[in-house]
């Protein structure tokens, strides 16, 4: 006597296990996606680290100090490293970062006469973040690239870390000493 179709169970478990694996794949793709979004902004956040690390060397750079001329133009990022016009050795950054979107060199921003002002990434993928930038990078928001994202040294900025340049001892009298 043959098989019923209707009631034969063969192919069944077949059937569930592919139904299983396009849910697994399905699953798989949403947390491949989330993964993305995850360290598209850890980059994102790195390009904001380091463009403010070259934004401050740069204000470092261009800053008077005291006793001495003006500085001159800074015409290559290298400098940066240690100031080839000084005897003493002056760092203003510890190493040349690169663009953590690209990998690659940062586009410097020059100024007429003025040599280089600024750093901004080579990437033309469009920004995740577009508001809430730290104090100082307000001018970020709402670009459509990534290279819009300019870190510019501007005449009477302040350094963005929390620690200002050592400026050296200060002498206050304490209360009830003579001086």
């Known amino acids: 006597m043959a098989a019923n179709p209707l009631r034969s169970s063969s192919g069944f478990t077949y059937l569930m296990a592919l139904i299983v694996v396009v849910i697994m794949g399905i699953m798989l793709a949403a947390a491949g996606q989330s993964w993305k979004t995850v360290m598209d902004r850890e980059r994102e956040e790195e390009l904001l680290f380091r463009g403010m690390q070259y934004r401050d060397a740069i204000t470092r750079w ?4 005291p006793g001495e001329r003006p500085p001159p133009p800074l015409n290559d990022l290298k400098d940066l490293l240690r100031d080839p016009n000084t005897i003493a050795t002056i760092r203003y950054l510890r190493t040349l970062y690169n663009d953590p979107l690209t990998g690659e060199d940062w586009v ?6 003025k040599g280089i ?31 819009e994202w300019q870190f510019v040294f501007e005449e009477g900025t302040t350094l963005s870390g929390q620690e200002q340049p050592f400026q050296g001892p200060t002498r206050q009298p304490v209360q009830g000493s003579v001086p």
């Not at 261009?62 to 100090?65: D, G, L, S």
């Not at 410097?108 to 006469?113: E, L, R, S, V």
């Not at 600024?118 to 690239?145: C, H, R, W, Y």
Request: charge should be positive; hydrophobic fraction near 25%.
């Open 117 to 147: 002002i600024g750093v901004a990434s080579s990437s033309e993928q469009k920004p995740i973040k577009q508001a809430n930038f730290p104090k100082g990078l307000e001018k970020l928001e709402e670009k459509d690239k990534y290279s």
């Open 108 to 113: 410097p921003i020059k100024a007429p006469g």
């Open 62 to 65: 261009y800053k008077p100090r």
